[in-house]
């Protein structure tokens, strides 16, 4: 049975606020809560019903298992359909990266991106390319809002997200910055090297001015077609995807 401080803590974490004064954020549904089982997170609490209950019975001993029944969970579910199980994940230490972390790889890096859904599928997309990390600047949305982890479909359980000044990143390192404009070199005449961060801009905005004079070249995804831009999360998908197919000829 949930309580009414349980109730109060589960709900008050749609709050970036109140997410970072506990260190936990929400993961719903059991396939999504066994990726974070299984991953380097800590898994505090998991509250199911029964049937969702009997898909977890394998977890470590250490992690607090809480039978509710529907309803309860329909109190602290984020969903408009619940989905059997709801966790409390702790929130990692902040982390910081380097210029020897960005060698020899590339990274995405995103300046200021605001949708939950665009962040999610940017994150799930990045893992399915075989990326390993997305740098974030500090006011993109926040990764562990509900309706980003619920987007990533667990990818976040596996890639390593880090906000920071991204201004000061571009200007201070060496690799190779990649802007994602409107107007530039095309993606299938660049070369991506074996290294570099690629930048992806505000949904409608784009990249910040003060960005702009340190990348080191600007790149396009070629219209064939009258639209006037792309999604961001559908831009980062084509540029994940050519970098990708890149390395398997390098």
Not at 192 to 204: A, P, S, V, W, Y
Not at 211 to 238: C, D, K, W
Request: proline residues 4%; contains cysteine.
């Amino acid at each position: 049975m949930l309580s009414k401080s349980l109730i109060r803590l589960i709900t008050s974490l749609q709050h970036k606020k109140f997410r970072r004064q506990h260190g936990l954020f929400c993961v719903e549904g059991v396939k999504s809560i066994l990726e974070f089982v299984d991953s380097t997170y800590e898994v505090n609490m998991i509250f199911a019903t029964s049937s969702a209950a009997a898909k977890l019975n394998k977890i470590p001993q250490n992690i607090k298992l809480v039978s509710v029944n529907e309803e309860e969970l329909k109190k602290v579910s984020f969903l408009t359909n619940p989905q059997g199980a709801l966790a409390l994940v702790k929130i990692p230490s902040s982390e910081r990266i380097s210029t020897e972390q960005l060698s020899g790889k590339h990274s995405l890096i995103l300046d200021d991106v605001q949708d939950p859904g665009n962040m999610g599928t940017i994150v799930r997309t990045a893992e399915w390319f075989g990326f390993t990390q997305v740098i974030a600047s500090l006011d993109t949305v926040d990764v562990y809002n509900p309706k980003v982890v619920q987007a990533t479909m667990g990818s976040l359980a596996r890639m390593q997200i880090i906000y920071m000044d991204i201004e000061a990143l571009i200007k201070e390192t060496t690799i190779p910055s990649y802007g994602a404009l409107l107007a530039g070199n095309s993606i299938y005449e660049t070369d991506f090297k074996q290294e570099g961060m690629i930048i992806l801009g505000n949904e409608g905005n784009g990249i910040r001015p003060t960005i702009l004079p340190h990348i080191t070249q600007a790149v396009t995804i070629p219209s064939f077609g009258r639209a006037e831009s792309l999604n961001v999360a559908v831009a980062a998908t084509v540029f994940c995807s050519e970098i990708a197919r890149r390395k398997q000829t390098f």
